[in-house]
Protein backbone atom coordinates (compact mmCIF):
# COMPACT_ATOMS: atom_id res chain seq x y z
CA UNK A 1 0.00 0.00 0.00
CA UNK A 2 1.50 3.03 -1.56
CA UNK A 3 0.91 6.26 1.22
CA UNK A 4 -0.19 9.76 0.05
CA UNK A 5 2.80 12.38 -0.32
CA UNK A 6 0.64 14.67 1.32
CA UNK A 7 0.52 12.50 4.34
CA UNK A 8 4.40 12.71 4.32
CA UNK A 9 4.14 16.54 3.80
CA UNK A 10 1.38 16.49 6.66
CA UNK A 11 3.54 14.45 9.30
CA UNK A 12 6.71 16.13 9.05
CA UNK A 13 4.58 19.27 9.24
CA UNK A 14 3.04 18.25 12.46
CA UNK A 15 6.56 17.20 13.79
CA UNK A 16 8.51 20.01 12.50
CA UNK A 17 6.06 22.08 14.18
CA UNK A 18 6.31 20.43 17.77
CA UNK A 19 9.96 20.46 18.02
CA UNK A 20 10.37 24.33 17.26
CA UNK A 21 7.36 24.68 20.02
CA UNK A 22 9.65 22.53 22.38
CA UNK A 23 12.84 24.25 21.96
CA UNK A 24 10.94 27.95 22.08
CA UNK A 25 9.11 26.58 24.99
CA UNK A 26 12.85 25.55 26.74
CA UNK A 27 14.32 29.24 25.36
CA UNK A 28 11.24 30.71 27.14
CA UNK A 29 11.80 28.89 30.32
CA UNK A 30 15.49 29.50 30.18
CA UNK A 31 14.76 33.38 29.63
CA UNK A 32 12.59 32.92 32.66
CA UNK A 33 15.38 31.53 34.89
CA UNK A 34 17.82 34.06 33.65
CA UNK A 35 16.00 37.13 34.18
CA UNK A 36 14.85 35.31 37.74
CA UNK A 37 18.47 35.22 38.84
CA UNK A 38 19.20 38.62 37.64
CA UNK A 39 16.90 39.86 39.44
CA UNK A 40 17.46 38.41 42.82
CA UNK A 41 21.40 39.07 42.06
CA UNK A 42 20.39 42.86 41.39
CA UNK A 43 17.80 43.02 44.67
CA UNK A 44 20.63 41.35 46.74
CA UNK A 45 23.47 43.48 45.30
CA UNK A 46 21.46 46.72 46.64
CA UNK A 47 20.71 45.24 49.58
CA UNK A 48 24.21 44.64 50.77
CA UNK A 49 25.69 47.17 49.43
CA UNK A 50 22.96 49.83 51.29
CA UNK A 51 23.25 47.38 54.01
CA UNK A 52 27.09 47.57 54.53
CA UNK A 53 27.17 51.12 54.30
CA UNK A 54 24.28 51.40 56.89
CA UNK A 55 25.86 49.03 58.95
CA UNK A 56 29.29 50.40 58.80
CA UNK A 57 27.58 53.82 60.45
CA UNK A 58 25.04 52.00 62.90
CA UNK A 59 28.26 49.46 64.36
CA UNK A 60 30.85 51.60 63.82
CA UNK A 61 29.97 52.69 67.28
CA UNK A 62 29.10 49.24 68.98
CA UNK A 63 32.31 47.29 68.38
CA UNK A 64 30.43 43.73 69.11
CA UNK A 65 29.00 44.12 65.60
CA UNK A 66 31.64 45.45 63.38
CA UNK A 67 32.29 42.17 61.67
CA UNK A 68 29.35 42.40 59.89
CA UNK A 69 30.19 45.52 57.93
CA UNK A 70 33.13 43.28 56.00
CA UNK A 71 30.73 40.33 55.25
CA UNK A 72 27.89 42.89 53.79
CA UNK A 73 30.30 44.81 51.45
CA UNK A 74 32.00 41.55 50.29
CA UNK A 75 28.49 39.37 49.83
CA UNK A 76 28.04 42.64 47.76
CA UNK A 77 31.53 42.40 45.72
CA UNK A 78 30.50 38.32 45.49
CA UNK A 79 27.34 38.66 44.12
CA UNK A 80 28.32 41.36 41.49
CA UNK A 81 31.02 39.08 40.42
CA UNK A 82 29.13 35.97 40.27
CA UNK A 83 26.52 37.83 37.74
CA UNK A 84 29.22 38.87 35.60
CA UNK A 85 31.13 35.81 35.41
CA UNK A 86 28.18 34.50 34.21
CA UNK A 87 27.14 37.04 31.71
CA UNK A 88 23.41 37.18 33.13
CA UNK A 89 22.41 39.78 30.50
CA UNK A 90 23.96 38.07 27.36
CA UNK A 91 22.45 35.28 28.42
CA UNK A 92 18.96 37.11 28.92
CA UNK A 93 19.49 38.26 25.66
CA UNK A 94 20.83 35.11 24.10
CA UNK A 95 17.43 33.37 25.37
CA UNK A 96 15.24 36.29 24.76
CA UNK A 97 16.14 36.38 20.82
CA UNK A 98 15.88 32.66 20.07
CA UNK A 99 12.74 32.28 21.75
CA UNK A 100 11.43 34.92 19.64
CA UNK A 101 12.95 33.40 16.45
CA UNK A 102 11.42 30.49 17.37
CA UNK A 103 8.17 32.02 18.01
CA UNK A 104 7.93 33.39 14.86
CA UNK A 105 8.96 30.09 12.99
CA UNK A 106 6.40 28.53 14.87
CA UNK A 107 4.01 30.71 12.91
CA UNK A 108 4.92 30.52 9.75
CA UNK A 109 4.25 26.37 10.32
CA UNK A 110 1.25 26.88 11.41
CA UNK A 111 0.26 29.19 8.57
CA UNK A 112 1.67 26.52 6.10
CA UNK A 113 -0.99 23.75 7.80
CA UNK A 114 -3.20 26.18 7.63
CA UNK A 115 -2.68 26.69 3.63
CA UNK A 116 -2.76 22.57 3.70
CA UNK A 117 -6.08 22.30 5.47
CA UNK A 118 -7.65 25.27 3.64
CA UNK A 119 -6.18 23.71 -0.07
CA UNK A 120 -6.57 19.66 0.84
CA UNK A 121 -5.20 18.91 -2.74
CA UNK A 122 -2.00 21.35 -2.51
CA UNK A 123 0.77 20.87 -4.80
CA UNK A 124 3.39 18.47 -2.80
CA UNK A 125 6.40 20.46 -5.00
CA UNK A 126 5.34 23.81 -3.65
CA UNK A 127 4.44 22.91 -0.07
CA UNK A 128 7.57 19.99 -0.02
CA UNK A 129 9.85 23.27 -0.70
CA UNK A 130 8.07 25.15 1.84
CA UNK A 131 8.24 22.75 4.22
CA UNK A 132 12.48 21.95 3.44
CA UNK A 133 12.71 25.90 3.63
CA UNK A 134 11.42 25.61 7.17
CA UNK A 135 13.08 23.13 8.28
CA UNK A 136 16.38 24.70 7.44
CA UNK A 137 15.54 27.50 9.31
CA UNK A 138 15.01 25.48 12.14
CA UNK A 139 18.32 24.02 11.84
CA UNK A 140 19.71 27.86 11.66
CA UNK A 141 18.27 28.52 14.89
CA UNK A 142 19.20 25.47 16.23
CA UNK A 143 22.61 25.53 15.44
CA UNK A 144 22.74 28.97 17.16
CA UNK A 145 21.50 27.23 20.90
CA UNK A 146 24.51 26.91 23.45
CA UNK A 147 24.64 24.41 26.35
CA UNK A 148 22.96 26.40 29.05
CA UNK A 149 23.74 25.28 32.87
CA UNK A 150 20.39 26.16 34.60
CA UNK A 151 18.96 23.56 31.82
CA UNK A 152 17.70 20.62 33.54
CA UNK A 153 15.86 17.45 33.07
CA UNK A 154 12.72 19.41 35.21
CA UNK A 155 12.96 21.83 32.36
CA UNK A 156 12.40 19.51 30.01
CA UNK A 157 9.80 17.63 31.26
CA UNK A 158 7.65 20.76 32.08
CA UNK A 159 8.25 21.91 29.09
CA UNK A 160 6.85 18.73 27.09
CA UNK A 161 3.82 18.00 29.36
CA UNK A 162 2.73 21.70 28.41
CA UNK A 163 3.02 21.24 25.04
CA UNK A 164 1.95 17.87 25.13
CA UNK A 165 -1.41 19.54 26.88
CA UNK A 166 -1.80 22.42 24.77
CA UNK A 167 -1.79 20.28 21.45
CA UNK A 168 -4.28 17.90 23.29
CA UNK A 169 -6.32 20.63 23.84
CA UNK A 170 -6.21 22.30 20.81
CA UNK A 171 -7.08 19.22 18.39
CA UNK A 172 -10.53 18.44 20.43
Known amino acids: MDIDPRDAVWD ?5 LYNTRYTAGIEQALLARWT ?12 SSGGGALAGLVFWKNSDYTFLWPVF ?3 SALLAIVSRQL ?3 EKINRHATAATSLTLLAVNI ?3 IVRMK ?9 FEK ?20 LLTEKIRTNVQEKLN ?8
Open 12 to 16: ETHDL
Open 36 to 47: WLDSITKIAVAI
Open 73 to 75: TSA
Open 87 to 89: SVA
Open 110 to 112: ESL
Open 118 to 126: VNAVFSITE
Open 130 to 149: KLLGLRDKYGSEYSKLQHDL
Open 165 to 172: IAINTSQR
